[in-house]
C-alpha cells in the first residue's frame, strides 16, 4: 500500500491577552507569506488575521490566557490556511449586518466571510478553532 503525503509549510505563534498582540499576528502573518513566496491575496489574508486574532482577544481568551495563530501553506495545493485557535466558551456567530449598521464592532466574521473562500469553527478542548482558507 503506498501512502501520499502533501508537504505542507506551517508556522505558529502564541500570543497572551495583549492588545498589541493583534499587531504582532499581523506582522508574524505578513513575514510568514513573504518567506512562502505568497504575492496573491497578502492584504485580504493579513485583514482576516487582524479580525480573528481581534475576536479571539475580545471574546474567545479568558484573563490569563492567549491564542495561538496557526499558518499552513500546502506545497502541491497552494491551498493557504489561517486558525486561531483559543480556550474561550461559545462559538463564534456572524451578525446580520444590513451594510448600514453604525456600529464599530460585528464586522469581523462579515469580512472573513467576504474575503476568504472558505471559513468555519472547530471544537478544541478547551475553547476553538476559528479558521479561513484561500
Not at 482577544?57 to 495545493?77: K, Q, T
Amino acid at each position: 500500500m503506498q501512502k501520499e503525503i502533501q508537504a505542507v509549510r506551517i508556522r505558529t505563534a502564541y500570543y497572551r491577552r495583549d492588545r498589541r498582540s493583534v499587531r504582532l499576528a499581523r506582522e508574524f502573518a505578513r513575514n510568514a507569506l513573504v518567506g512562502w513566496g505568497v504575492r496573491r491575496r497578502v492584504e485580504d489574508v493579513v485583514l482576516c488575521v487582524s479580525e480573528l486574532a481581534t475576536n479571539a482577544l475580545l471574546h474567545g481568551v479568558p484573563p490569563g490566557r492567549g491564542y495561538r495563530l496557526w499558518l499552513a501553506l500546502g506545497a502541491e495545493d497552494g491551498v493557504l490556511r489561517v486558525e486561531v485557535h483559543d480556550s474561550g466558551d461559545g462559538e463564534p456567530r456572524m451578525p446580520e449586518w444590513d451594510g448600514v449598521t453604525e456600529g464599530e464592532s460585528g464586522r469581523g466574521l462579515w469580512l472573513v466571510s467576504m474575503l476568504a473562500d472558505k471559513w468555519g469553527v472547530e471544537e478544541r478542548g478547551p475553547g476553538k478553532i476559528v479558521w479561513c482558507e484561500w
